[in-house]
């Protein structure tokens, strides 16, 4: 099995490579959407979040209102550390969980978007980081998501600068250009990733 940690900066395309990786055949296990299921209602997560933080971030629903959060935390370092105390270890235990399901010879892919940021390089064989410059991040945040300029320009300050993404890369996929040069490259990487889990089992 190669275990591959895969990250890039909000805006940098990052889903769209899970996407292909997982197109030709990689075990994708998302660090976010785990994050998600950790957190719905009746898990012990949600319960945990709301003793923290309290009822009101909680939508008419009973479920998470996650921009609600989102608007807490991002502006609170320490709020944002409560919440990913809870958080993560609920993610580690499931990923683990889907990674011992995956095949030996499998190439495991972990979309992880706070992996610099929380210094998890070391848990996996390498590191492949989808790049693109800050100028591109915010206009794809701006004009895709709908964010305003300045929530895009927070939530691009609240993770790692290019520069400390980038020294934790093995594996590099510039996604600064359009989609259809994105494709070619991934292809190059998904080669790679097969060739060491390959030697790696044999």
């Given at each position: 099995?190669?275990?591959?940690?895969?990250?890039g900066?909000?805006?940098?395309?990052k889903?769209?490579?899970?996407?292909?990786?997982?197109?030709?055949?990689?075990v994708l296990?998302?660090?976010?959407?785990?994050a998600?299921?950790v957190?719905?209602?009746?898990?012990?997560?949600?319960?945990?979040?709301?003793?923290?933080?309290g009822e009101?971030?909680?939508?008419?629903?009973g479920?998470?209102?996650?921009?609600k959060?989102?608007?807490?935390?991002?502006?609170?370092?320490?709020?944002?550390?409560?919440?990913?105390?809870?958080?993560h270890?609920?993610?580690?235990?499931?990923?683990?969980?889907?990674?011992?399901?995956a095949?030996?010879?499998?190439?495991?892919?972990?979309?992880?978007?706070?992996?610099?940021?929380?210094?998890?390089?070391?848990?996996?064989?390498l590191?492949?980081?989808?790049?693109?410059?800050?100028?591109t991040?915010?206009d794809?945040?701006?004009r895709?998501?709908?964010?305003?300029?300045?929530?895009?320009?927070?939530r691009m300050?609240?993770?790692?600068?290019?520069?400390?993404?980038?020294?934790?890369a093995?594996?590099v996929?510039?996604?600064?250009?359009p989609?259809?040069?994105?494709?070619p490259q991934?292809?190059?990487?998904?080669?790679?990733l097969?060739?060491?889990?390959?030697?790696?089992?044999?």
């Open positions: 099995m190669l275990k591959v940690g895969l990250t900066g909000i805006g940098a395309g889903s769209e490579v899970s996407r292909l990786l997982v197109s030709y055949g990689a296990i998302d660090a976010d959407k785990i998600r299921e957190v719905e209602p009746g898990t012990p997560g949600l319960a945990a979040v709301v003793e923290a933080f009101g971030i909680l939508a008419a629903d479920t998470l209102d996650r921009p959060l989102g608007s807490i935390v991002f502006a609170d370092a320490a709020r944002l550390a409560t919440l990913n105390a809870i958080v270890p609920l993610v580690g235990a499931r990923s683990a969980e889907l990674e011992a399901a095949g030996v010879d499998a190439v495991v892919v972990h979309d992880v978007p706070l992996l610099t940021e929380n210094g998890l390089a070391p848990l996996y064989d590191v492949v980081v989808v790049d693109a410059s800050p100028r991040q915010l794809r945040l701006v895709l998501r709908g964010m305003t300029e300045d929530e895009a320009r927070a300050a609240a993770q790692a600068k290019r520069e400390q993404r980038l020294a934790i093995d594996l996929i510039d996604n600064d250009g989609l259809e040069a994105l494709e991934v292809h190059k990487v998904w080669a790679e097969s060739e060491r889990a390959a030697s790696a089992t044999s």
